[in-house]
């Protein structure tokens, strides 16, 4: 079972909807999707064969924690994330070999049925299970937004010579219409939002040695990348860094090629994020400063390919993963190939019974992820001893001198 197939009684006019939903989000019809594995083929699951109805994955993976999206019978990006996250965290976590690939076959449903006969759950059931009860006092997770809240607090009235540019952009009700980046006063911490934080180093080395932090239901996740651009498109002479704010993403095509986080915006209303450009890749703070302020469509934050530690051509200016590690909640470095799907599946598959409060009254599901890029300079040094650790741990496992 892999996304796209659906249990015999799901109706036709499911799978339109559905593909509908997705093109509504991506901007991207399905034929024009490049990859295979992302792109939809519907086809009729043949329960016998495997042994369980595609609801009763659904229903089953629900359970134990690792999805939270509808049960109806169509395995959507949802559903195929659910299945990767749980073969992932077999094989990083317990340590046993299975292929995270999103196809749930026997070896797969081996796993499952032997944690449904143990009732066993992922290390973050109960961290979830206290973050939907407010219970959040003392955790990693409260330490993060507390101290996100305190960045606020110290630049307001205090604004930096970047955030006052942003805040003077926003006031422009037409320029306002074009960016998803938020003003200083716009920053926003919620608990019922997910949140990512990308630290971008005072040295500009063209290395993946950023840490990125992930914010989601009470849980917290790091990552290693690069928040800088490691070259310039062939249409452009500078080069465009993402200015220190809070700004909107939702899932895109990168491409039509794979799921990245793009501007929330982007594709329906043509919004970017705001970038300063520079003439040098190691600017200096006045440079940055004086930077010809835009905002920018093509600023993702997307996965960068494993066994490399230079950023190169990964980056035109976007937010880039590298693929070869993360620390689960805990701290602990999981050594993985593809560490952007543990990123993009635990959004994904854990985000599906978010909902927010749209402008016309309604509740919706919560598609965005609120990406804030901090400076090193904002961090105590409470924080920056923390995350030292863990950069170095990630340098000395990625080999990076």
């Known amino acids: ?4 197939h659906f249990d015999p009684d799901v109706l036709l006019s499911v799978g339109a909807e559905y593909l509908s939903m997705v093109k509504e989000f991506t901007d991207v019809d399905n034929s024009k999707v490049k990859r295979d594995e992302y792109r939809i083929v519907f086809k009729e699951h043949n329960a016998s064969k495997l042994g369980m109805t595609v609801r ?8 134990i924690g690792f999805y939270t999206g509808v049960i109806n019978g169509l395995c959507g990006f949802g559903t195929s994330s659910a299945i990767r996250l749980f073969q992932e965290y077999v094989n990083s976590i317990e340590g046993i070999h299975c292929v995270a690939d999103g196809d749930f076959g026997p070896a797969t ?6 944690w449904l006969s143990k009732t066993e759950f992922p290390l973050w059931t109960q961290i979830m299970r206290a973050w939907a009860a407010g219970d959040i006092a003392g955790t990693e997770y409260s330490d993060w937004l507390q101290f996100l809240g305190a960045v606020k ?9 970047v955030l006052q540019r942003v805040s003077t952009f926003k006031s422009n009700v037409d320029n306002a219409k074009t960016t998803s980046t938020r003003a200083l006063h716009e920053w926003d911490f919620s608990t019922d939002d997910i949140h990512l934080i990308g630290i971008r180093r005072n040295e500009f080395q063209g290395k993946f040695d950023d840490i990125f932090v992930l914010l989601l239901k009470g849980m917290v996740f790091k990552f290693q990348g690069s928040t800088e651009p490691g070259a310039k498109s062939k249409e452009r002479t500078t080069f465009p860094f993402l200015v220190h704010s809070q ?3 939702q899932f895109g095509w990168h491409r039509s090629s794979y799921l990245a986080l793009r501007p929330k915006g982007f594709l329906d209303e043509g919004k970017g994020v705001l970038v300063l450009r520079t003439a040098s890749k190691h600017p200096t703070e006045e440079e940055m400063n004086n930077g010809e302020l835009e905002s920018n469509g ?6 960068g390919h494993d066994g490399k530690d230079e950023i190169g051509g ?12 993360y620390m689960a909640p805990g701290n602990a470095i999981i050594p ?14 854990l985000s599906g019974d978010l909902t927010k409060i749209d402008k016309n009254g309604n509740e919706v599901r919560n598609t965005s992820v609120k990406y804030m890029m901090l400076l090193e300079d904002d961090l105590t040094p409470e924080f920056r001893s923390h995350l030292e650790n863990a950069k170095q741990k990630g340098i000395e496992e990625l080999g990076i001198a």
Request: aromatic residues 4%; positive net charge.
């Open 1 to 4: 079972m892999k996304l796209g």
């Open 56 to 63: 009763e994955v659904q229903a089953e993976l629900k359970k």
């Open 109 to 114: 449903k081996g796993h499952l049925d032997r």
């Open 153 to 161: 607090q110290k630049y307001t009235g205090n604004e930096s010579r």
């Open 247 to 249: 700004h909107e993403y």
């Open 298 to 303: 093509s600023i993702n934050i997307h996965s």
């Open 314 to 325: 990964e980056s035109h200016g976007c937010q880039v993963i590298n693929e070869n590690l």
């Open 336 to 349: 993985k190939r593809n560490a952007y799907h543990v990123l993009m599946d635990l959004v994904i598959a």
